[in-house]
């Protein structure tokens, strides 16, 4: 079946450090994929997605690309700040008409320090 | 614009005991999903509603299962209660299907089983 791998955390850095959030799927098909943000007693929110292979999601500075050849989709920003920290989720829907909801991966926690 | 609510937000049972939780979605959203997030589990996909109908659910045992009313509110009920149920259950609510990937979370419902 689907799956969602994220790289464990908590993952600690500090303000205006490069970030990277790795994420690898396994789906049959052709899935979209998406990162989600959780902050501190809110509810997920859609941080950005992408449709297809070589597609890149962006939104508040950061971004990911699709890409099929290693089935990744890695979360980036350049610079980070207090205020992403944060749980952010990888997440994937099977195309092909499959009537799932999202495949989830189980969340990294980042904590940005100032 | 009220974002998805749900309640109760804490709620602590024993087991054997039955519990149902409450979701209400965005106003004009027809689907709403329930997600179990369990501690070093991540998401887990539970069940999808749509104009009333069960559409699919996720690989949970029967004494899961709920409703949509024709508010398209929803709730989630659960038998039997069982120590490993103990999860935050978030519900998301989207305009249409999953097709699209963007969903809007509540900010859950923390369910403690003694």
């Known amino acids: 079946g689907d799956s969602v791998t994220q790289m464990e955390g908590p993952v600690t850095l500090s303000e205006e450090a490069f970030l990277t959030i790795n994420c690898t799927y396994t789906a049959t098909g052709y899935p979209s994929l998406f990162w989600y943000v959780q902050y501190p007693g809110e509810g997920l929110q859609l941080l950005l997605k992408?449709?297809?292979?070589?597609d890149k999601g962006s939104n508040k500075g950061f971004e990911a690309t699709y890409r099929k050849e290693t089935t990744s989709f890695h979360l980036e920003k350049g610079s980070v700040q207090v205020s992403d920290s944060a749980v952010y989720f990888c997440a994937l829907r099977e195309s092909g008409g499959g009537a799932d909801g999202l495949t989830f991966g189980k969340g990294t926690h980042l904590i940005i320090q100032p | 614009e009220a974002g998805v609510t749900q309640s109760p937000t804490h709620l602590i049972k024993t087991r054997g005991q039955q519990v149902t939780l409450r979701c209400s979605p965005i106003s004009g959203h027809t689907s709403v999903y329930w997600y179990q997030q369990a501690l070093g589990l991540g998401l887990q996909f539970l069940l999808w509603y749509d104009e009333g109908e069960e559409r699919n659910r996720g690989n949970f045992p029967p004494r899961f299962s709920g409703r949509q009313f024709p508010n398209y509110s929803s709730e989630l009920n659960v038998n039997a209660l069982e120590l490993e149920d103990s999860a935050l259950y978030l519900c998301a609510s989207s305009l249409g299907g999953p097709a699209t990937g963007k969903l809007f979370f509540g900010s859950g419902t923390q369910l403690s089983v003694l």
């Open positions: 992408a449709t297809k292979a070589d």
